[in-house]
């Protein structure tokens, strides 16, 4: 199994469609299969996710990928390699990653562990902007347990100990109809949602920062607003994205947004809390033993982004994010660095191995 090729498999899939998502997983279950690879396939509410297995130590560590991404346009479904390069939407975030990890566990397979088990997740929907649970989310509510995660997020082969949280809402501002020729007479709701979202950015918790993160960050994703080009709209709805620190409070920060405007209904889509792991976590210092002679400069970051780590860590169970090298996710221009894929394999791979043999030293003590 070749990560380079694989990831230019998945890149061409285009998984923020349904038919798309189906077909990746399908490629996902058939290479592990073609693998020898134990595959398990869940169902959540009507969404598939796969797990497979290797190695049967009772140190369990799980590797969790998505394969869904962010909708683009046609051409990024082209993958293309230049100048020691990989474009493609999902290739930094995180088709790339998935399928480095998948020749990780393949490898892991040959490699007779017997003090841990490797697991890894393939889930289709962390990207979702949906309210409810994702695959994720409900595994671990159904009572899925392990000993440490790596999320395959982009870290540039550093260790994402912390990650912003994310707070998505709509807020349904109100305004009152009017004439276009006699705009006074009413009140703008798309005027009065853009004065709402400045204000928001000058509430005080906008204004905080922690060890790793400047500042939290708060963006305008969608508005809709009006219903004729010659009328003052009368209603807008506005769609934010708020990223939060490590230890603020999500409930505090609704409040005060709520406070500023008490007529404007703001509706929570989605509330995921801050990641928060030491970096001095047993497991942690172990993986950064492993990636060093790999990435030598790699170090515990924070990201800006959230990920799949939070249901583990609010269970209790250490989730960091590890990812290759590269920049651009969600944007036009995405791209992984191809050298750094098999950095990336490898020091997965080195961790487990390592990790297994200091168990079994442990065991014969």
């Not at 260790?159 to 912003?164: L, T």
């Not at 409930?251 to 209904?265: G, Q």
């Not at 509706?267 to 492993?290: C, G, K, N, Q, W």
Request: charged share 25%.
């Amino acid at each position: 199994m070749d990560e380079v090729q694989l990831a230019e498999e998945l890149i061409a899939l285009d998984t923020s469609t349904h038919e798309g998502l189906e077909h990746a997983l399908e490629v996902v279950r058939d290479r592990f299969v073609g693998a020898r690879v134990p595959v398990e396939v869940r169902e959540f509410e009507g969404r598939t996710c796969i797990l497979a297995r290797v190695g049967c130590g009772s140190t369990r560590v799980l590797f969790n990928a998505h394969v869904d991404v962010v909708p683009g346009h046609p051409e990024q479904f082209v993958p293309v390699r230049h100048d020691g390069r990989l474009y493609g939407r999902g290739a930094y975030d995180m088709k790339a990653a998935l399928a480095a990890m998948m020749c990780a566990v393949t490898e892991l397979n040959t490699c007779n562990l017997s003090q841990v088990t490797v697991e890894m997740l393939v889930v289709p929907d962390e990207e979702r902007a949906d309210p409810g649970a994702n695959c994720s989310e409900m595994l671990v509510n159904d009572g899925f347990r392990t000993d440490f995660v790596i999320c395959g997020e982009p870290t540039d082969l550093h260790v994402g100990v912390q990650a912003k949280g994310v707070v998505l809402l709509r807020c349904n501002v109100p305004g009152r109809a009017a004439h276009g020729s006699t705009p006074w007479l009413g009140e703008n709701a798309v005027l009065r949602a853009v004065e709402l979202f400045h204000r928001v950015c000058r509430l005080p918790f906008m204004h905080e920062s922690s060890d790793m993160f400047p500042a939290p960050s708060a963006s305008l994703g969608r508005i809709e607003g009006g219903t004729s080009l010659n009328s003052v709209p009368d209603l807008c709805r506005m769609y934010l994205d708020i990223r939060p620190l490590p230890g603020q409070d999500v409930d505090a920060i609704l409040d005060a947004i709520r406070e500023l405007d008490p007529e404007v209904d703001v509706e929570v889509l989605l509330a995921r809390p801050a990641a928060y792991v030491s970096d001095h976590d047993p497991m942690v210092t172990a993986l950064l033993d492993a990636v060093r002679p790999h990435a030598d400069a790699s170090r515990a970051v924070g990201r800006d982004g959230s990920s799949d780590a939070i249901p583990f860590i609010d269970v209790g169970i250490p989730a960091v994010e590890f990812g290759p090298v590269g920049a651009g996710h969600h944007g036009p221009d995405e791209f992984v660095e191809i050298a750094s894929l098999s950095r990336y394999r490898e020091a997965l791979v080195d961790f487990v191995t390592r990790l297994d043999r200091s168990r079994c030293e442990t065991s014969a003590a």
